[in-house]
């Protein structure tokens, strides 16, 4: 059974750093590629980055490259999400999600995890 538990959210001021975790107990990683997506109220769930399973070949949203970087273990069955240089627009919910497919749309990410609140004051 696929489960997927993120961890590392928490409120921070602009500039400072956060990593975020995503576990699978299932021990679902092998094969799939990951990915990490926000949302924030009102607004649709948007893209952040994802990594390939194979070979940590990565994609980055404009919004984000250059500050975030995404990385798994796929032995320990964790992903990572490291964000530096966090800007107020950040502040969103994190969710991590499982695609057999390279992507960044929503749709294409069979399970997901329940999502971690990111804060980031000015």
């Known amino acids: 059974q696929v489960q997927l538990v993120e961890s590392g959210g928490g409120l921070v001021q602009a500039g400072g750093s956060l990593r975020l975790s995503c576990a699978d107990s299932?021990?679902?990683?092998?094969?799939?590629?990951m990915g990490w997506f926000r949302q924030v109220p009102g607004k649709e769930r948007e893209f952040v980055a994802w990594?390939?399973?194979?070979?940590?070949?990565?994609d980055y949203a404009d919004s984000v490259k250059g500050r975030f970087s995404i990385s798994r273990d796929n032995t320990k069955n964790v992903l990572w999400l490291q964000m530096n240089s966090l800007k107020p627009e950040d502040t969103a919910v994190y969710y991590c999600?499982?695609?057999?497919?390279?992507?960044?749309?929503?749709?294409?990410?069979?399970?997901w995890g329940q999502g971690t609140q990111v804060t980031v004051s000015s």
């Open positions: 999600a499982r695609s057999r497919w390279l992507s960044r749309i929503v749709g294409n990410y069979d399970y």
């Open positions: 299932g021990r679902t990683f092998s094969g799939y590629n």
């Open positions: 990594i390939r399973w194979s070979d940590g070949r990565t």
